[in-house]
């Protein structure tokens, strides 16, 4: 059902990305069709690059005939909602989860010993991806979080925890009396015949070398991200979080519409969502065909470009980020990476695109460079990945955004479905975790309606981008606008 449309030869039709995300339920193999994957990466970005940056051949929307037939039902952007909830068909996001499990699984084992959560720092590509930076040291409570050992918390409220402190570590007596005392638990010395009493937490301050007596951490210096330019630019990273609205339009009329009404609510920026705009639907991978395609990127840019500078009129100076997300990650098109890549690189050159969403762990090209060339052309990236049918662990969400940073990405978003609230709070934790660690700013949703508190959550977790409703969701859970931004305002205090 997801994949139809246009017919290209066998080698480049199906993305890596399925076959390495749905494994032996697809056909095709990259490895025995398509030679290296170093080979393919290089020749998709090439191959792109040059159309991305070639006039089209024809004005008509590259529409042909097989294409014009094949655009109708079957290519009508699917409600997402509908998609995600009919029960025993597997959406592509479903089908993507369930196999980047599998992945995780095989993964998890080589990557064990080389995980990490600590970040490289990095100099940030995208010149007004810098534009601030502070440094702020950790408020004193976090401080003696990591200071005081988890274990203390189990101790029977009445039993003295006993601790023999060397003299020389003991704090001055009136140090000891003026330290602000903890939740009543206290370390006395009792062996050596001098017995002091001193507060746990004071204990964790002066005995560095303690096992979990940490000195203070700071925060790692924060970037912030520039949208847009003029007045009506936004910068993620700093403030309340922003508000996104998303354009899902299949024609351009819908588009414009749209856009008309999300102006009217005052969002801080839009997201067009390409995938689900029809005049694209000519380059749907069909991987089941093995014919040749009739269609080449660089036809459809006409009317790219007209749908762009329509809504970028009605929007009048609202930044735009360009979002094609792919059916692998629970979106309307499925794209031969050449494609993907071709119409991201068009999209950086476009005036009227204010940013560009680079799913950055798709494995059928170099995602990297497409990165570094998307920011070369001055539009930052919002790196993301997304799980429509389970919820990472927490360590893995680390790593999928450390992977993610390390394509380069100016802002790293990961999108999970929670099954429960306890998958909720994974990925607020997470937000929250991870935007101590990395100098980016960090977006992290939970989608379905039992984690819509993690878009409204933005001021306690970090997380700077909350997607919201106007008219049609482009994912389960957002909320209206208004309602939106009555609650960010309340709970920024
Ligand atoms: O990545 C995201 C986040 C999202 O999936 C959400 O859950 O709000 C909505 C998408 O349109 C957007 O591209």
Redesign the pocket.
């Known amino acids: 059902m997801w994949l139809f449309g246009r017919k290209r030869n066998k080698k480049a039709a199906v993305p890596a990305e399925e076959v390495s995300r749905e494994g032996s339920d697809t056909e095709y193999t990259p490895e025995t069709e398509k030679g290296t994957a170093g080979e393919t990466a290089g020749t998709a970005l090439e191959q792109a690059s040059a159309e991305a940056v070639s006039s089209p051949a024809q004005d008509s929307g590259g529409k042909t005939e097989s294409g014009a037939a094949e655009s109708s039902e079957e290519q009508a952007c699917p409600d997402v909602q509908k998609a995600a909830d009919v029960p025993g068909e597997e959406s592509p996001a479903e089908v993507s989860a369930g196999t980047a499990e599998k992945i995780w699984e095989e993964e998890k084992a080589s990557q064990e010993e080389s995980f990490s959560l600590q970040k490289t720092e990095r100099e940030a590509p995208f010149p007004q991806a810098a534009e601030t930076a502070h440094t702020e040291e950790l408020p004193e409570e976090n401080a003696d979080e990591e200071t005081v050992p988890h274990g203390k918390k189990e101790v029977p409220p009445e039993e003295t925890v006993r601790k023999v402190i060397p003299e020389e570590q003991l704090p001055r007596k009136e140090e000891a009396a003026a330290a602000p005392e903890t939740d009543g638990e206290t370390l006395t010395e009792t062996a050596a015949p001098k017995t002091k009493t001193v507060s746990l937490y004071e204990w964790g301050r002066k005995n560095k070398k303690g096992k979990k007596g940490k000195k203070k951490k700071k925060a790692v210096p924060k970037k912030t991200v520039r949208l847009g330019q003029g007045e009506r630019s936004v910068v993620l990273g700093e403030g309340m979080p922003k508000i996104c609205v998303?354009i899902t339009g299949r024609t351009l009329e819908e588009i414009v519409d749209q856009a008309a009404n999300v102006a009217s609510v005052f969002p801080d920026f839009v997201?067009w969502?390409v995938d689900c705009f029809e005049e694209i639907h000519p380059l749907e991978a069909c991987p089941e065909s093995g014919e040749l395609p009739v269609n080449t990127v660089s036809s459809v840019f006409p009317a790219v470009d007209r749908a762009l500078k329509k809504m970028a009129d009605v929007l009048d100076g609202l930044p735009i980020l360009f979002?094609i997300?792919t059916a692998t990650e629970g979106g309307r098109i499925a794209l031969y990476p050449e494609d993907y890549i071709g119409l991201l690189l068009h999209a950086a050159e476009r005036p009227e695109v204010s940013a560009i969403?680079v799913e950055e762990l798709r494995t059928d090209s170099d995602m990297e460079i497409l990165t570094r060339e998307i920011q070369a052309r001055q539009k930052p990236v919002i790196g993301?990945a997304?799980f429509f049918g389970r919820m990472p662990k927490k360590p893995e969400q680390m790593e999928l955004m450390n992977r993610i940073s390390r394509t380069g990405a100016d802002v790293l978003?990961l999108?999970a479905m929670p099954s429960d609230s306890r998958d909720v709070l994974k990925m607020m934790e997470m937000a929250e975790e991870e935007n101590r660690l990395t100098d980016k700013p960090v977006i992290a949703?939970a989608?379905g309606k039992i984690g819509m508190v993690s878009r409204v959550s933005g001021a306690l977790t970090g997380s700077c981008v909350t997607?919201g409703t106007v008219d049609a969701e482009?994912?389960p859970g957002?909320i209206p606008v208004s309602t939106l931004r009555t609650i960010l305002e309340a709970l920024q205090g």
Do not use: V
Request: aromatic share 6%; proline share 6%.
């Open positions: 998303p997201e969502r979002t997300r969403d993301s997304h978003k999108a949703i989608m997607f482009s994912a957002q």
